[in-house]
């Protein structure tokens, strides 16, 4: 079935760094966009950054320009997430999920990892 | 670009329906506005109930609609489940390869 598998989730010191990584299986990844959303309880989801199905083109929310950075490895299914200069509003879930960029029409989100939570806390 | 309002709250019992309302925001009224809703219980995976403001993938319940009517788009929820109690969440395009999500409504089955 579709899978997606998210790791390297913990406990950071603000300012430092982190990288989360997504495993995915049961589709033809190389044909579809992946994404980060993450959920908090103050702000609820947000989302996060997506790259497109090629690795081409990859977009991100207003506050995480300049510190995160997206990319993938099609040939080995998996998308990383590397994010720097950490800060405490950083703190959430953060789901991997298929979703538009896609080179086929898929406009929504779709399925979701179960998620892998970063803690940002000195 | 575009925000997306959602009432923070919404209640019935069982066997009623709520409706979810989502309004979008936005300095630029062009352009489609494509919706989907995700169910989310705490501690799994928000799931897709509705995408494209109407359509249903396989495997929800037909209790489960979208509609849409200019810049709102609606969540309604027929036969009131327990299992239905959850939080809910409308998303959409905000422009410029940028997805928003709007604040979350927190379902209450009486």
């Known amino acids: 079935q579709v899978q997606l598998v998210e790791s390297g989730g913990g406990v950071v010191q603000p300012g430092r760094s982190l990288g989360l990584s997504c495993a995915a299986s049961?589709?033809?990844?190389?044909?579809?966009?992946i994404h980060w959303v993450r959920q908090t309880p103050d702000k609820g989801l947000e989302w996060v950054a997506g790259?497109?199905?090629?690795?081409?083109?990859?977009y991100y929310g207003d506050s995480m320009k300049g510190r995160f950075a997206i990319s993938r490895d099609n040939s080995r299914n998996t998308v990383h997430l590397q994010m720097n200069s950490l800060r405490v509003e950083d703190t959430a879930v953060y789901y991997c999920?298929?979703?538009?960029?896609?080179?086929?029409?898929?406009?929504?989100?779709?399925?979701w990892g179960q998620g892998t939570l970063v803690t940002v806390s000195s | 670009q575009s925000a997306l309002t959602q009432p923070p709250s919404a209640s019935g019992s069982p066997g009623q329906s709520v409706t979810i309302s989502c309004t979008r925001t936005?300095?630029?009224?062009?352009?489609?506005?494509?919706v989907s809703w995700y169910q989310h219980h705490p501690g799994k995976a928000p799931k897709v109930m509705i995408y494209?403001?109407?359509k249903r993938p396989s495997g929800v319940p037909d209790r489960f609609s979208g509609s849409k009517s200019g810049n709102m788009a609606s969540l309604t929820v027929s036969g009131l489940q327990a299992e239905d109690e959850a939080d809910y969440y409308c998303?959409?395009?905000?422009?410029?390869?940028?997805?928003?999500f709007g604040g979350g409504t927190k379902l209450t089955v009486l």
């Open positions: 049961g589709f033809t990844f190389g044909t579809y966009g």
């Open positions: 790259v497109s199905y090629d690795g081409n083109n990859k």
């Open positions: 999920v298929r979703g538009p960029l896609s080179n086929v029409w898929y406009s929504h989100f779709d399925p």
């Open positions: 494209e403001v109407n």
């Open positions: 998303s959409s395009s905000a422009g410029n390869n940028n997805w928003v």
């Open positions: 936005s300095s630029d009224v062009g352009g489609s506005f494509f």
